[in-house]
């Protein structure tokens, strides 16, 4: 059984600290391609002098930028953590046969194209093909990419950042959270693994699919262990999309987007709905002060994320992680900008609107009043 996961206050850090600075949770959202926004949100993010990242969470997408800015953070701070996701996102552009990345990345060629297969393989789910029909190899490029370039051993360094990475447990469906040195290349993998696409990660006797079914990304689990009280969520999707989708593949990209937001919507649900029980409880103790006192701050691109084109998601090439990183970096802008003044203070993300929806009156009253 995994120990409860805790996380001590006040930990050590390389940088020195500036005053009022504050420690942040980060939780990143996964969504393929479109994971290179968190990559532009974390670049500006990392230049601010008064956010000290304590802990970060991941799913997927959003698992492999957080274990490589913790890594970066643990092994040569902000700028080597940039080097790190850079060199990443070009390795995803490379595979996948981008004819435009230019560069530091020249020398990574000799990988080039391995992940073109698996674009083309992602396409033809719209055809309802099974993955032994797509990818009959069970081939995983992304095991390329990290390969050399991902390091868990220096995960639990003193100083560094807390990391917390969700997977699915294909025989449950629940989510398991693997933490610090637990992470490692498989488990990256696993939390990656869309199953119409690749076979199931097993990990010790366990298999597992993508994070983002059961836990996108762990948010609750965090603020209960002890995680810094500013949670700040930086989200892939937009919330909502008030146009109808009609053709086969939007209904299919929607559907995708609503099976993955679920697991999120059900976590700020709850959240929203423990605040509000709470609230009038000054003296809870424990896990019930940490859920009551949590701030949420969010980091999205509502409408630029609705305007992308069907199937952005599964466009790897560099041109498009690039218009990706600057959208992301000009949100985290905007953010900084707008709300950055209210962390330590108070929440910047209403969550009244996932405290619903409620029955006004008791079922059981009805019934009873019924007869």
Known sequence: MTAPMTFPSGRASKAPVVPQCQPVTLALQGGGSLGAFAWGVLDRLLDVPGLRIEVVSGASAGAMNAALLVQGLATGGPSEARRLLETFWRRVAVTSGSPDVAGPAGWLFPFSGIMAPMADALRQTTKGLARQQINPLGLNPLRSVLEGLFDPAVLSRKG????????????????????????????????????????????????????????????????????????????????????????????????????????????????????????????????????????????????????????????ASWAFLQQMRELGQNAAERWLAAEFGDVGTRSTMDLSNFAGPVLEHSLAAQSVGAT
């Open 160 to 315: 560094a950042p807390s990391l917390v990475v969700s997977a699915t447990r294909v025989s449950t469906g629940e989510a398991r959270l693997f933490r610090g040195s637990e992470v490692t290349a498989d488990v990256l993998l696993a939390s990656s693994c869309l199953p119409q696409l690749f076979p199931a990660v097993q990990i010790e006797g366990e298999f597992y699919w993508d994070g983002g079914f059961a836990s996108n990304p762990p948010l609750r689990a965090l603020i209960e262990a002890g995680a810094p009280a500013d949670v700040i969520l930086i989200r892939t999707t937009p919330q909502e999309r008030p146009d109808l989708p009609t053709s086969a593949a939007a209904v299919l990209e929607r559907t995708e987007e609503m099976t993955f937001g679920a697991a999120l919507r059900q976590e700020l649900r709850s959240l929203a709905l423990a605040q509000q029980l709470l609230a009038d409880l000054p003296a809870a103790p424990g896990v019930l002060a940490r859920l009551r006192d949590a701030r949420l701050h969010a980091i999205g691109a509502e409408e630029e994320f609705r305007a992308l084109k069907s199937g952005s998601h599964q466009d």
